[in-house]
T-cell receptor, first 116, second 112 residues
Framework: NAGVMQNPRHLVRRRGQEARLRCSPM?????VYWYRQLPEEGLKFMVY????????ESGMPKERFSAEFPKEGPSILRIQQVVRGDSAAYFC??????????????FGEGSWLTVV | AQSVTQLGSHVSVSEGALVLLRCNYS??????LFWYVQYPNQGLQLLLK??????LVKGINGFEAEFKKSETSFHLTKPSAHMSDAAEYFC??????????FGAGTILRVKS
């Protein structure tokens, strides 16, 4: 999928633990998006980041979820004190300088989180 | 707010038959429109996109879609279905912002 790397691909956590999902955007891309796909549903926007900045977090749950995209290193989506309802596929996507407008957004392979 | 509606959560066609997957958007301004395909346990692959210009857009794997402003539609078609087309298809749109709004998806089944 065009070089967007996500890890881990599969993650199992017990209720109350923390989950950290990592995303390395495609080379040269400075815009990162996180989406969540619940079973039987489409993808829902969570957060849009540029390097060191959160641009739009309107889709992020108010508690337990946070995201960052540091100057160096991958973007991290962090879920604290996971609950069963957090079980989902989390997709990272990236795009170039102009963001989504007119530019293709490339998706990673996803990270499947299972909370037991 | 922008929304995308995909009519039919499941579509079944015979191999060699026409594929038609429907997508309608709601927007006060013409959006940018995309179709993605997702195979089981994989990420999304872009099939095609409409930004500006020609309203009939050709994509990969023989798919195409036509942007019809008057109908606020962006239906995906393929003249002849192949078994390998079986997957889930998502229509998505974005306006001025930098986030895609997705439809709920349509699972395409191809019968031999």
């Amino acid at each position: 999928n065009a070089g967007v790397m996500q890890n881990p691909r599969h993650l199992v956590r017990r209720r109350g633990q923390e989950a950290r999902l990592r995303c390395s955007p495609m080379k040269g891309h400075s815009h990162v998006y996180w989406y969540r796909q619940l079973p039987e549903e489409g993808l829902k926007f969570m957060v849009y980041l540029q390097k060191e900045n959160i641009i739009d977090e309107s889709g992020m749950p108010k508690e337990r979820f946070s995201a960052e995209f540091p100057k160096e290193g991958p973007s991290i989506l962090r879920i604290q004190q996971v609950v069963r309802g957090d079980s989902a596929a989390y997709f990272c996507a990236s795009t170039g300088l102009q963001g989504a407008i007119g530019n293709t957004i490339y998706f990673g392979e996803g990270s499947w989180l299972t909370v037991v | 707010a922008q929304s995308v509606t995909q009519l039919g959560s499941h579509v079944s066609v015979s191999e060699g038959a026409l594929v038609l997957l429907r997508c309608n958007y709601s927007s006060s301004v013409p959006p940018y429109l995309f179709w993605y395909v997702q195979y089981p346990n994989q990420g999304l692959q872009l099939l095609l996109k409409y930004t500006t210009g020609a309203t009939l857009v050709k994509g990969i794997n023989g798919f195409e879609a036509e942007f019809k402003k008057s109908e606020t539609s962006f239906h995906l078609t393929k003249p002849s279905a192949h078994m390998s087309d079986a997957a889930e298809y998502f229509c998505a749109a974005t306006e001025y912002g930098n986030k895609l709004v997705f439809g709920a998806g349509t699972i395409l089944r191809v019968k031999s």
